[in-house]
């Protein structure tokens, strides 16, 4: 699974297969509007996601999906890209007042967008902080789960060295926004202690990423729930 996570991709390339089949929308939930973004005919099954840390559901899942044909894929199902609040790219700045959901009020948001919906039943696919916000989902939800995709699900607290350095972003990101601290943090959260064994183009193409991401203040939301 890694390989897939980690795969080079060209992000405007993806897009152009995509396009014909996306529609984006935002829905009211309890936290806001949220974005999600539709894949394919919504008469067939549908399969949610939910992306990590310091990815949006686009730069998430499009790797994924570059090893099947979005077009041989839609004919099955109907893919529900779920965003946290304030995590796609193109998202305004959360104000300071705003109350970031908890990891159990990411899972209603969940919730919140399966009953918007009005889907019966789905497939839930989620990879890191996602995994474990769709498992929190799915506990309340079992009976609405056909299946549920788990990667890389981290299930318990952060430790206390985690939770030391998500202090630390905390402040660098509200004080300077992107930095080298936090950025060496991310390629260790989606990288772990591969980087040595993976492609240097690859490494170095998630590292530009990371320095230029457009909202370290809403990132740093996303983060403080995570920790919590």
Not at 33 to 39: A, C, D, E, G, R
Not at 195 to 207: A, K, T
Request: aromatic content about 14%; glycine content about 4%.
């Amino acid at each position: 699974m890694a390989s897939m996570e980690m795969h080079a991709f060209s992000h405007d390339a993806l897009l152009d297969n995509q396009l014909p089949d996306l529609v984006e929308e935002r829905i009211d939930t309890a936290y806001g509007k949220v974005k999600i973004s539709i894949y394919g005919n919504r008469d067939k099954h549908p399969l949610i996601t939910f992306h990590d840390l310091a990815l949006d559901s686009d730069s998430n899942f499009q790797n994924f999906f570059q090893f099947v044909s979005i077009a041989e894929f839609t004919e099955k199902f109907c893919i529900y890209n779920i965003n946290a609040p304030g995590q796609e790219v193109d998202a305004q700045t959360l104000p300071d007042t705003f109350v970031y959901p908890s990891m159990d009020g990411l899972a209603k948001i969940v919730e919140t967008v399966v009953d918007y919906y009005e889907l019966q039943s789905v497939i839930a696919f989620g990879v890191g902080v996602g995994a474990n916000v769709l498992l929190r989902y799915a506990l309340l939800n079992q009976r609405r789960l056909d299946a549920l995709i788990l990667v890389n699900c981290v299930a318990n607290t952060a430790g206390w060295i985690e939770w030391a350095y998500q202090k630390m972003n905390l402040r660098y990101l509200r004080g300077s926004g992107m930095n080298t601290f936090t950025v060496d943090y991310l390629m260790w959260h989606h990288f772990g202690r591969r980087l040595d064994e993976c492609s240097p183009d690859i490494v170095r193409q998630y590292r530009v990423y990371f320095q230029h991401l457009p909202n370290p203040t809403n990132l740093a939301m996303f983060i403080e729930s995570y920790v919590k």
